[in-house]
């Protein structure tokens, strides 16, 4: 299909442009229509919400990814790399830090302002379970990172031992993987996301602020 697409744009653009379906009148139809015309990714994956990356999308991601990393190394941000698995105890810290960290923008207050919500699901419910390795159920089953905010805040107090430590700022570019249940598309609701993060720690506010 994507061949004869891009015939027409070559031949006719005219006439491919009639061919696109309108975005004010059918924005669910012209998206998908323009992903797959500018072959960027491939959703026929037999996963729901986890597309294959084209080469021409994958050399764009690339792009991107390499602005990132000067702009990292710009700010004096280094890389490091976390596993994607995350033990299950920890949950429960990524479920109360994402609750508060959604009231404090919804109220406009600061996070320490506020107390944890233990009725809030966090991501509970989108995580991907890891229980048995092989045939042999595990002690402590494990779930594929959705953010990484609770594996690398685990890391922090082993690597700040003091003030001369400080600051720490580092970043990642891994895959994240969440558990959408509401109709998947491309780039924008997906279940595994190419995933840019980047976190710091101060010993004051106001550098933290500065930052």
Do not use: C
């Amino acid at each position: 299909m994507s061949k004869v697409l891009d015939q027409s744009y070559m031949g006719n653009p005219a006439k491919a442009k009639r061919g696109i379906p309108s975005k004010v009148e059918d924005f669910n139809a012209w998206y998908p229509f323009i992903v797959e015309a500018a072959d960027l990714v491939d959703k026929r994956y037999p996963i729901k919400g986890m597309d294959v990356w084209r080469p021409y999308g994958w050399k764009a991601m690339r792009q991107i990814d390499s602005l990132t990393h000067t702009e990292m190394d710009r700010t004096g941000h280094e890389e490091v790399n976390f596993p994607l698995l995350i033990p299950e105890d920890l949950l429960e810290k990524e479920n109360a830090l994402v609750a508060r960290l959604k009231r404090a923008r919804e109220e406009g207050v600061d996070p320490d302002e506020l107390r944890d919500e233990e009725d809030e699901a966090g991501f509970k419910k989108e995580v991907y379970w890891v229980k048995h390795a092989g045939e042999n159920e595990l002690d402590v089953p494990m779930f594929l990172r959705p953010t990484s905010e609770t594996a690398m805040y685990t890391m922090f107090p082993l690597w700040i031992r003091s003030h001369k430590d400080l600051p720490l700022k580092v970043y990642q570019m891994v895959n994240t993987f969440r558990y959408e249940t509401k109709q998947t598309r491309s780039f924008i609701r997906v279940r595994e996301i190419h995933f840019f993060e980047a976190h710091t720690a101060h010993a004051t506010e106001e550098d933290a602020t500065q930052q």
